[in-house]
């Protein structure tokens, strides 16, 4: 558009210099400066304007900057327009161009005219190459604001799954020794006097569990630290280890019946650490709002899932606490990210949690029965 400008003006002020000021430059200054405004507005009134300014340069080629200010008009028109629009507006300013040079008022036919369609070819041309291009870097910018909002969207997801997978290995590992301690406390408390030696036998539980407590934490705060492709691997849950969690429950006052607890070694490796979690998370719960009786039952693999239940009768008691429910938001969470089934809640006979978790790991997320 300042080309566009400039040339009109050095154009009009030549012809004044040269003493060639008349109506004719003042009509071709004129039809410039409304070609100019009509460009301003991307309207087909610059067609016109080109058009008439090219004919005029074969007919009467001073001031000499005419040309100039018809291949601008011309060339802002095909910046902003289509194709088909852009190719027709070159077509007219060129057809005009050829019209004026072999024209009834011409004698003899200019060569300027070849060149003014020569002109017209290239405005025409370079004003829809720099359109494209403007497309282009419009679109990559686009598509680099997409990737990385898609970035950051990824990263703010990650983090808030690590924080998540954080607080249910937290709530996991400390709930249950937490309420071994708090037991065993109450029992050196009350035995403190009159059973010296069962408080002490309760005290060197509450180490035991409060050590427990201390290595989980210490696991998880390594893994915190320690980059991704250092992490090392827990080691798998076996049956030992399964029975001293029980033990363990029923050494703070627990009656647990079980039966089929063999069928667990059938899981995958991450099952089982899962089953593990899920069974001490729900004993913990038992042990907090049962009424000390629990049953653990797990069914043999079935169409490539094992079935763990977990049964307690339910004894509502004001004076104790309602729970945050994220123990079982978090057994939840860990039955579904590997694609078991997960139910909780209260049935005629208690209070019933039930998972299915993969005997292998598997492809696809199980379906969740309605």
Same mark, same amino acid.
Request: a neutral charge; proline letters at 4%.
């Given at each position: 558009?300042?080309?566009?400008?400039?040339?009109?003006?050095?154009?009009? %002020?030549?012809?004044?210099?040269?003493?060639?000021?008349?109506?004719?430059?003042?009509?071709?200054?004129? %039809?410039?400066?409304?070609?100019?405004?009509?460009?301003?507005?991307?309207?087909?009134?610059?067609? !016109?304007?080109?058009?008439?300014?090219?004919? !005029?340069?074969?007919?009467?080629?001073?001031?000499?900057?005419?040309?100039?200010?018809?291949?601008? !008009?011309?060339?802002?028109?095909?910046?902003?327009?289509?194709?088909?629009?852009?190719?027709?507006?070159?077509?007219?300013?060129?057809?005009? @161009?050829?019209?004026?040079?072999?024209?009834p008022s011409v004698s003899a036919g200019s060569?300027?005219?070849?060149?003014?369609?020569?002109?017209?070819?290239?405005?025409?041309? /370079?004003? +829809?190459?720099?359109?494209?291009?403007?497309?282009?870097? #419009?679109?990559?910018?686009?598509?680099?604001?997409?990737?990385?909002?898609?970035?950051?969207?990824?990263?703010?997801?990650? =983090?808030?799954?690590?924080? /998540?997978?954080?607080?249910?290995?937290?709530?996991?590992? &400390?709930?249950?020794?937490?309420?071994?301690?708090?037991?065993?406390?109450?029992?050196?408390?009350?035995?403190?006097?009159?059973?010296?030696?069962?408080?002490?036998?309760?005290?060197?539980?509450?180490?035991?569990?409060?050590?427990?407590?201390?290595?989980?934490?210490? /696991?998880?705060?390594?893994?915190?630290?320690?980059?991704?492709?250092?992490?090392i691997p827990s080691p798998p849950v076996d049956? $030992? %280890?399964?029975?001293?969690?029980?033990?363990?429950?029923?050494? #703070?006052?627990?009656?647990?019946?079980?039966?089929?607890?063999?069928?667990?070694?059938?899981?995958?490796?991450?099952?089982?650490?899962?089953? +593990?979690?899920?069974?001490?998370?729900?004993?913990?719960? /038992?042990?907090?709002?049962?009424?000390?009786?629990?049953? &653990? =039952?797990?069914?043999?693999?079935?169409?490539?899932?094992?079935?763990?239940? #977990?049964?307690?009768?339910?004894?509502?008691?004001?004076? @104790?606490?309602?729970?945050?429910?994220?123990?079982?938001?978090? %057994?939840e969470e860990r039955v579904h990210l590997l694609?078991?089934?997960?139910?909780?809640?209260?049935?005629?006979?208690?209070?019933?949690?039930?998972?299915?978790?993969?005997?292998?790991?598997?492809?696809?997320?199980? $379906?969740?029965?309605?």
């Amino acid at each position: 558009m300042l080309t566009v400008v400039v040339s009109l003006v050095v154009g009009g %002020m030549s012809a004044i210099m040269d003493d060639r000021s008349g109506p004719a430059l003042w009509m071709i200054l004129g %039809m410039g400066a409304m070609g100019v405004w009509a460009a301003a507005r991307s309207s087909t009134l610059t067609v !016109l304007f080109s058009a008439l300014l090219a004919a !005029l340069e074969v007919l009467d080629p001073s001031p000499w900057g005419t040309w100039a200010v018809a291949g601008g !008009l011309l060339f802002l028109f095909a910046l902003r327009r289509p194709r088909f629009d852009a190719v027709t507006a070159g077509v007219l300013v060129a057809a005009s @161009s050829v019209l004026a040079t072999y024209g009834p008022s011409v004698s003899a036919g200019s060569v300027g005219a070849f060149g003014l369609v020569a002109l017209a070819t290239a405005m025409v041309g /370079v004003g +829809q190459w720099v359109q494209a291009q403007r497309r282009y870097v #419009i679109a990559e910018v686009g598509r680099r604001r997409k990737e990385a909002e898609h970035r950051r969207e990824e990263v703010a997801r990650h =983090v808030a799954e690590e924080r /998540v997978r954080i607080a249910r290995e937290l709530h996991d590992s &400390v709930a249950h020794h937490l309420a071994v301690v708090s037991v065993h406390v109450n029992v050196a408390r009350i035995n403190a006097t009159r059973a010296p030696q069962v408080a002490e036998r309760a005290l060197a539980d509450v180490q035991s569990a409060t050590q427990s407590v201390m290595e989980e934490l210490g /696991v998880i705060l390594s893994v915190l630290r320690t980059s991704q492709a250092d992490v090392i691997p827990s080691p798998p849950v076996d049956a $030992a %280890m399964i029975d001293d969690l029980l033990l363990s429950f029923e050494g #703070i006052g627990l009656r647990i019946e079980t039966d089929g607890l063999e069928h667990l070694l059938a899981l995958a490796p991450v099952a089982r650490t899962a089953a +593990q979690r899920l069974l001490q998370e729900a004993l913990t719960n /038992v042990h907090r709002y049962g009424d000390g009786n629990a049953a &653990v =039952v797990v069914q043999a693999p079935v169409d490539g899932y094992v079935t763990v239940s #977990i049964r307690n009768g339910w004894v509502p008691r004001e004076t @104790s606490s309602a729970g945050s429910g994220l123990g079982l938001v978090g %057994m939840e969470e860990r039955v579904h990210l590997l694609g078991g089934t997960f139910h909780a809640g209260l049935d005629a006979d208690g209070f019933l949690v039930t998972a299915q978790l993969p005997a292998a790991a598997p492809r696809n997320r199980k $379906a969740t029965p309605a």
